[in-house]
């Protein structure tokens, strides 16, 4: 991993961070905002363009709305295979938590965005929660999320998210690692 974009988060400590390796991928800023980073990324071993949105939602209630409002109002057309993923900053219904609650009308409203934009759940490998409070008697949440369109997954079919050790954070940095061949399977 050797290129990458940066855009540090305004009133919050981290930022957004997308780091790719470039003797595999040629890539340019397409957007970056205080939402999200876009790297366009051509693929050299075939030629093939992907974009890469790298989100991190706001986590004030009042702001959520501008982010959700943002996000359905991204346009992608131009956009080949598209991963999106990051800090959403929202739940997708109460099993997100590992204790009771959530905004419903928050969860409806990221749940719609997902819908419009045909996008497909990309799971973290081993990982149910994604963010921890680190008390005594911890509050865990799944806020980190990645998604594709319906086209990454014919092109990637072995894309997964790994998930890192969280050593400076509390939030679970991960991996999209992207894969065009499923293994075939052997039997014994």
Same mark, same amino acid.
């Not at 991928?25 to 693929?43: C, E, H, P, R, W």
């Given at each position: 991993? &050797?290129?990458?974009?940066?855009?540090?988060?305004i009133?919050?400590?981290?930022?957004?961070?997308?780091?790719?390796?470039?003797?595999l991928?040629?890539?340019?800023?397409?957007?970056?905002?205080?939402?999200?980073?876009?790297?366009?990324?051509?693929?050299? !071993?075939?030629?093939?363009?992907?974009?890469?949105t790298n989100?991190y939602?706001?986590s004030?209630?009042?702001?959520?709305?501008?982010?959700?409002?943002?996000?359905?109002?991204?346009?992608?057309? =131009?956009? =080949?295979?598209?991963a999106?993923?990051?800090?959403?900053?929202?739940?997708?219904?109460?099993?997100?938590?590992?204790?009771?609650?959530?905004? +419903?009308?928050?969860?409806?409203?990221?749940?719609?965005? +997902?819908?419009?934009? &045909?996008?497909?759940?990309?799971?973290?490998?081993g990982?149910?929660?994604?963010?921890?409070?680190?008390?005594? &008697?911890?509050?865990?949440?799944?806020?980190?999320?990645?998604?594709?369109?319906?086209?990454?997954?014919l092109?990637?079919?072995?894309?997964? $998210?790994?998930? !890192?050790?969280?050593?400076?954070? $509390?939030?679970?940095?991960f $991996?999209?690692?992207?894969?065009?061949?499923?293994?075939?399977?052997?039997?014994?």
């Amino acid at each position: 991993m &050797d290129n990458f974009v940066f855009s540090p988060s305004i009133g919050a400590s981290g930022g957004l961070l997308t780091i790719w390796n470039n003797s595999l991928f040629d890539g340019s800023i397409v957007q970056a905002n205080s939402y999200a980073n876009t790297v366009k990324l051509l693929y050299r !071993l075939d030629n093939k363009y992907i974009h890469i949105t790298n989100v991190y939602g706001p986590s004030n209630p009042t702001q959520k709305l501008g982010f959700i409002t943002w996000l359905k109002n991204l346009v992608t057309n =131009d956009f =080949d295979e598209w991963a999106l993923g990051g800090d959403f900053n929202l739940i997708r219904n109460p099993e997100n938590k590992n204790k009771p609650g959530g905004d +419903i009308g928050e969860m409806n409203l990221s749940n719609e965005m +997902i819908l419009d934009f &045909d996008l497909v759940e990309i799971p973290f490998s081993g990982r149910n929660y994604t963010w921890s409070n680190m008390q005594a &008697d911890p509050l865990l949440v799944k806020l980190d999320w990645v998604f594709t369109s319906s086209s990454w997954t014919l092109s990637f079919p072995a894309t997964f $998210v790994q998930p !890192l050790s969280k050593p400076l954070s $509390v939030h679970i940095p991960f $991996v999209l690692r992207i894969g065009s061949k499923i293994p075939k399977s052997v039997q014994v």
